[in-house]
């Protein structure tokens, strides 16, 4: 007997490993208010929620999930540190439905890392091992990330995407998602204020995988045929 299909808690497990940063949930944004989007919906098609928190040393965290027609989820943590400090930028995306999925994890580095490999060896190589293990279970490279994307992703980026979806891929996904953020959170208990020459270029990276991001988003349509530009932007600008 086939087993039945449902979706993964990723909002929940992920939320576990979020409250460990000790923020605080986010109900303004650069004068903005975002609690609409703490429950968004748009008729039968979308329905959706993103919570923002404040943490030290953090501009902010971003937790989304949202349905469409309740076929097909879609999953997002992005984490945003605040200039002051050069940690990379944490990215978890993940789409899934029955009938196949589409995932990818990183910590986005804020340093050119062949003209700075003290920054990679820092603040990439602890996820050499996680990577591994994920490249072993998932070994095939997406063939739809964008070079625009691919020249922004660290050298242990890990994408995922094939059908149909299981509880076993689910779990192995949900693993690397947490592992992934999990290692972030262990570089952010340690991380320092940096010398503000150095994160000049590490910043004007980040604000350039930030803009990106933002201009780029294939999911942005989606949302503004549900809700409307307004709310639409209100969404991007939440993430990016």
């Known amino acids: 007997m086939a087993e039945e299909y449902s979706f993964p808690p990723y909002g929940e497990e992920v ?6 940063f000790g923020g605080e949930k986010m109900e303004t944004y650069r004068g903005h208010d975002v609690k609409p989007l703490w429950k968004l919906t748009g008729g039968p098609i979308l329905w959706s929620y993103k919570y923002m928190f404040k943490a030290p040393k953090i ?7 949202q349905s469409f027609r309740d076929k097909l989820m879609s999953y997002m ?53 996680l990577h591994a293990k994920g490249r072993k279970k998932f070994p095939e490279f997406s063939t739809r990330d964008p070079n625009w994307f691919l020249a922004m992703v660290s050298p242990y980026y890990i994408t995922a995407d094939f059908h149909p979806s299981n509880a076993d891929t689910q779990n192995a996904l949900l693993g690397l998602t947490t592992d992934y953020l999990k290692v972030y959170h262990s570089l952010w208990e340690q991380e320092e204020p940096g010398d503000p020459k150095y994160l000049e ?22 949302i503004e045929q549900a809700v409307g530009k307004e709310m639409a932007n209100l969404s991007l600008s939440a993430l990016f």
């Open 77 to 129: 943590c992005i984490i945003w540190p605040e200039d002051e400090y050069a940690l990379p930028v944490f990215s978890s995306f993940w789409a899934e439905s029955e009938k196949g999925t589409y995932f990818i994890v990183d910590c986005y580095p804020t340093a050119d890392c062949i003209c700075d490999i003290d920054y990679m060896e820092k603040y990439l190589d602890p996820l050499e091992d």
């Open 201 to 222: 270029r590490l910043n004007e990276r980040k604000e350039a995988i930030r803009y990106n991001l933002r201009e780029k988003d294939p999911g942005g349509f989606m």
């Open 59 to 65: 501009e902010k965290i971003v937790i989304a999930v």
């Open 15 to 20: 939320q576990k490993v979020v409250d460990q």
